[in-house]
């Protein structure tokens, strides 16, 4: 308790700069892990992206298990049976239209379902892929509008510490949904470009207060770059802490208790991405983001003479900010 009266009053200052080695190798290692698991495992891509056929249907006394033998048993490999409500939704592979009719007779015969109430909806994988591609464009113009407006608004230097930031986000969640196993459907999608758009706002409020305390560093300043923008971090820590707060409780409801509860596959698709990506996403504001920052800015002359300067007179900081502006070098 007494931790975290102290932090929410501001009395803790947090080495963030300072302990870059540590971030950038902890980011490293969940990097090649994430990296590992989507060259070994890969996305569980839905149908919706690689093609396949939907079935649904209401079969309220039957069992995860009983509907999935019911698959096997007519030749489907490997079907993904989901509940949505008091209806059933099972994925297969692409069927023939013989296969359909076959497996449509089945479950009608096996659960007492009308063979007319049980739908079936099958997509082409060309389509799946209009859909990749969309969203890939849709991910290309989300980044260009991301760096002109922060380079616009703040410094091109600060636009890539953010974009270095967002695909860090991007990479580990999807490393996520790779070891999980998680299927990637459009809802995954959307998931994805709503924490690109949570990040951002961390980062922003982040640089916007960095911009503020950095603007006033002149020759005579007693901080470096390194120092002040440590400051406006810690500023800004308990802002970026309490957004993630509000923000991850209630879709870790969804995640936990909804998916879990109610059996909500769709909700499970979009609050997974939303509660890593949230995570990571306030990580790498604090973490990721403003260390790289601070290493690109260090290596201005302008800064590089403050840092020299007070090292040569012994100021607290000045040295460990010229040793480390050294070695970011």
Known sequence: MGLGRRLYRGEIDVDFVGRWKLWYSLSGFLLIVSLAGLLINGLNLGVEFKGGSVFAFKAQTATIQQVRDSFREEGVHQPIVQTAGDRWRVTTESLNPGAVTKVQNAVSKDFGVPVKDVDIQSIGASWGGEVSKKAWIGLGVFMLAIILYLSMAFEPKMALAAIVALIHDLVITAGVYAWSGFEVTPATLLGFLTILGYSLYDAVVVFDMIKEVTGKLGTTSKQTYSMAANNALNHTLIRSLNTSLVAIL????????????????????????????????????????????????????????????????????????????????
Do not use: N, W
């Open 250 to 329: 209630p879709v870790a409801a969804i995640l936990f208790i909804g998916t879990t509860l109610l059996g909500a596959g769709t909700l499970k698709d979009l609050s997974l991405a939303l509660f890593v990506g949230m995570i990571v996403g306030t990580y790498s504001s604090l973490c990721v983001a403003t260390p790289l920052l601070v290493t690109l800015k260090e290596r201005e002359p302008k800064y590089q003479a403050i840092a020299r300067r007070l090292a040569s007179t012994g100021t607290k900081g000045g040295k460990g900010a010229k040793s480390a502006a050294t070695a970011k070098g």
